[in-house]
């Protein structure tokens, strides 16, 4: 079966520094990989996604994702954190087959001026 | 583009009470999923309909939670009777396909609390 980590609860970094917010899966075939933010008292929202190709990603708001097949991670980057960036960011995952996406437990990432 | 509507947004209800959830996925998306997300975990998936079929309700604790899309649109999620467990965010979303592949899109869910 499918598994996500994020190793942090927490994540604290400066306005203007870079960000990353890490992640690590375990598939049993290819990976199909999301980033998912979530603000307060307000639903998911999609931020960026490796399916295949270029293993750097870009998405939403400046973030982007390396996939590093070899270590089984998927880290969120930016290089430079806005205080609004401040929120709870889940890392998900599913195989090519009929699997349902799974989610990780999510890491806070607050952002200080 | 209006996003996937929820209701309500908040509900608290007492042991063995029942509650139901709606949900009006995103107009076009043929796939619609329903999350439980207990407080400091990631969503948990519950049931998956492709159009008004069920394709994945492995997790879904059917002895009390019921779950139907009619018409292959909007769809319902039950509780009956709730516990105490129960209490967490409903989260409703949909995506466009169902292959795997696809990003879905989240409502704002329902925050169900359960005394």
């Known amino acids: 079966a499918q598994s996500v980590a994020q190793p942090e609860d927490q994540v604290n970094v400066a306005e203007g520094n870079p960000l990353t917010v890490k992640c690590t899966y375990s598939v049993s075939g290819n990976p199909y990989l999301f980033w998912y933010v979530q603000y307060p008292n307000r639903g998911l929202q999609f931020l960026l996604k490796?399916?295949?190709?270029?293993?750097l990603v870009k998405g939403s708001y400046g973030f982007e994702a390396e996939f590093n097949k070899s270590q089984t991670s998927f880290h969120l980057k930016k290089p430079s954190a806005l205080v609004s960036d401040s929120a709870l960011y889940f890392c998900?995952?599913?195989?090519?087959?009929?699997?349902?996406?799974?989610f990780g437990k999510g890491t806070r990432l607050s952002v200080i001026a | 583009e209006a996003g996937v509507a929820q209701s309500p947004r908040y509900k608290i209800i007492e042991k063995r009470q029942s509650v139901a959830f709606w949900c009006n996925p995103i107009?076009?998306?043929?796939?619609l999923y329903w999350y439980q997300q207990i407080l400091g975990q990631g969503p948990k998936l519950l049931i998956q309909f492709q159009n008004n079929g069920v394709v994945d309700d492995s997790q879904l604790p059917k002895d009390r939670f019921s779950a139907e899309r009619l018409k292959g649109v909007d769809s319902t999620l039950k509780i009956q009777p709730a516990k105490l467990e129960d209490s967490a965010v409903y989260l409703c979303?949909?995506?466009?396909?169902?292959?795997?592949?696809?990003?879905?899109?989240f409502g704002q869910g329902t925050r169900l609390t359960v005394v």
């Open positions: 490796y399916i295949t190709g270029d293993n």
């Open positions: 107009s076009g998306h043929a796939t």
């Open positions: 979303a949909s995506s466009f396909g169902g292959a795997q592949n696809t990003e879905a899109f």
């Open positions: 998900a995952v599913r195989d090519s087959g009929n699997t349902p996406l799974v």
